[in-house]
């Protein structure tokens, strides 16, 4: 294995003023602040759940927290913008005050969100699901904002992604997806970019698989991937479990995804995902 399979070009992103280098993989903790994701649902909707998650992730090794108040599971019902700016708004506000260095990363797909959490609350990072398919002004919001953007695949929307989605051909794609909007954020002046292929999001549990083994082909881009299949159905539907018992089947995907050229973890789970990064850290050390 060629060592820039593990450690892939330096990439490093902005995070109000401060440079987070991801030239080595890093990992983002997931604090969901809905009360019906499809894991961890309800769990960090008070004060003092939200701070002791957030600390948990920071003291587990993750070096970013995302945030969402917004579930994007497949047949989630639909939140208004007033509900998720009523559960995140005061939940970021704890983590920035408790914790004001760690990058924060907001998941919506909502422009109006993006703007208020990092003009009014600092969040450092805007993670969108829809890659600005469902909102018109998101591109136009994160060149004002110049703040670093996670830009993931998504084939139809939350409501229907997982309804037989078809692909003529799937990384092909995939990848037309990535290159058109990445061109149209450059030429807006975005420059730090993440690409995440979005598992789990319009794709069969095939796709999600072909996808995981064609990974490297993103590498043309030359941009920091993120990864996120932290306890999702491609784990446990084919594993004849549940999310409870993924942890296995999501570490070992987490592993190969590292493999493959993953620079950001998105997890539940932060202490194993680290402990992944570190022991192939140390066995790339003897990689010719």
Avoid: W
Wanted: glycine share 8%; proline share 5%.
């Amino acid at each position: 294995m060629d060592k820039d399979t593990f450690f892939s070009k330096k990439h490093s992103i902005n995070c109000r003023g401060k440079l987070l280098d991801l030239s080595k993989p890093v990992v983002m903790g997931i604090l969901n602040v809905t009360p019906d994701s499809f894991y961890d649902g309800g769990k960090y909707t008070q004060p003092e759940a939200i701070t002791a998650r957030a600390g948990q992730i920071i003291a587990e090794g993750g070096k970013i927290i995302d945030m969402g108040a917004y579930s994007t599971r497949p047949g989630a019902p639909e939140v208004s913008e007033e509900e998720e700016e009523k559960r995140l708004f005061p939940a970021l506000e704890i983590v920035r005050k408790r914790f004001p260095d760690i990058p924060v990363s907001i998941d919506t797909y909502r422009a109006s969100i993006a703007q208020k959490a990092v003009s009014e609350f600092e969040a450092d990072i805007i993670n969108d699901i829809s890659g600005g398919t469902m909102d018109p002004d998101m591109f136009k919001t994160i060149a004002g904002l110049k703040v670093p953007y996670i830009l993931m695949h998504i084939k139809g929307e939350p409501n229907n992604m997982q309804k037989n989605p078809v692909y003529g051909n799937l990384m092909e794609e995939i990848l037309k997806f990535f290159s058109e909007k990445i061109s149209t954020l450059k030429l807006m002046g975005v420059s730090d970019i993440i690409i995440d292929p979005g598992f789990g999001f319009g794709k069969t549990l095939d796709h999600n698989y072909e996808l995981l083994h064609k990974m490297e082909d993103f590498k043309i881009f030359e941009l920091p991937i993120l990864v996120g299949v932290s306890r999702k159905s491609m784990i446990y539907k084919l594993l004849q479990s549940s999310p409870d018992q993924a942890l296995n089947g999501t570490t070992i995907i987490n592993t190969l995804a590292l493999l493959k050229g993953a620079n950001i973890l998105r997890v539940h789970d932060v202490k194993e995902a680290t402990e992944s990064i570190k022991i192939l850290e140390e066995y790339n050390k003897f990689t010719d």
